[in-house]
């Protein structure tokens, strides 16, 4: 997965008010930097509005999701994966109360966010608490997403006679038990999904071992190895034709397993990805996978 690091105070420049930080992501007894788990894939925290403010729940409707995503990515996360009060949250996840309810208590009159990378907000926008009272308990907690990138799908193909497809991208038609690895890459910063092969590394670590062989064993395989797409005959692999016509790219520089027997590797293994340095798709990985364990379908 993309490997994001924590900002916690991101400057977001208003230029009609001059403020430096508009919004944060709070925790802990002193309103302290945003909760990050171990695995930096999850943020939580109290949204703090210039610095001294704590967000209640619009007048009527709802915020857009684009604003929240907006607070998710100037604090160092990607986007918003849920919303709720103070007193649903879990006590590591939001402010504390003896710092929260020193706060004020204040809302957005209105937010034209039409992008997260746009949200026009000044000073006017935001109703002092005289104006929409909001009980502590009301006060919202972002749960963020610290992933740009996320694996949705994963195959092993071939065009051994020389098939480029459609552009339709038929995982069916050209599965093979030996051929290019091949990611459905979902990016929630542009929500659109694109394909991409896998680097092979300049040297081959156990962690990279063990996930060939559980791709392979999850496509139905007793396990396999990794090879480089330059050592492999033409019929064990997607040729450079067929990747230009169905729009395979080159985003996926590293994957790992911790174990072997790993059942799901597309939610349980890592990926590194990184958009700005496409690489040789003939440097790329093809797994070699063995006898079926079951019956193919």
């Not at 706060?103 to 039409?114: D, E, H, L, M, P």
């Not at 497809?165 to 990016?187: E, Q």
């Not at 694109?194 to 999850?218: D, E, N, Q």
Request: charged share 20%.
């Amino acid at each position: 997965m993309a490997t994001l690091t924590l900002l916690i105070f991101v400057t977001l420049a208003l230029a009609s008010t001059g403020s430096d930080q508009l919004f944060r992501l709070a925790t802990g007894p002193k309103g302290g930097e945003a909760y990050k788990s171990s695995s930096g894939k999850m943020g939580a925290g109290t949204v703090v509005v210039n610095g001294s403010s704590l967000l209640c729940p619009p007048r009527e409707g709802n915020y857009s999701t684009a604003l929240f995503n907006r607070i998710c990515q100037v604090s160092g996360f990607e986007t918003v994966k849920k919303v709720l009060p103070r007193f649903q949250t879990a006590h590591s996840h939001r402010a504390g109360y003896g710092w929260a309810r020193k706060q004020k208590f204040v809302a957005f009159r209105g937010a034209s966010c039409t992008e997260t990378s746009d949200c026009d907000l000044t000073e006017e926008d935001i109703l002092p608490m005289y104006d929409h009272p909001c009980s502590i308990d009301e006060v919202l907690t972002l749960y963020c997403s610290g992933e740009r990138f996320t694996v949705k799908e994963m195959a092993i193909l071939a065009n051994p006679t020389g098939d480029r497809g459609d552009g339709s991208l038929d995982f069916r038609k050209f599965s093979a038990s030996s051929g290019s690895l091949v990611l459905y890459i979902h990016d929630v910063r542009t929500d659109k999904t694109v394909t991409s092969l896998v680097k092979f590394p300049s040297w081959t670590s156990t962690y990279f071992s063990y996930a060939i062989t559980s791709i392979c064993k999850h496509q139905g395989y007793l396990g396999g190895l990794g090879r480089a797409h330059s050592d492999v005959t033409y019929e064990n692999r997607l040729s450079v034709g067929f990747l230009e016509q169905n729009n395979i790219g080159t985003m996926v520089h590293t994957i790992s397993c911790t174990s072997r027997s790993i059942r799901d590797p597309v939610n349980e293994c890592s990926f590194e990805v990184i958009d700005e340095e496409p690489f040789d798709p003939e440097e790329s990985v093809v797994a070699v996978c063995g006898v079926r364990s079951e019956p193919a379908n």
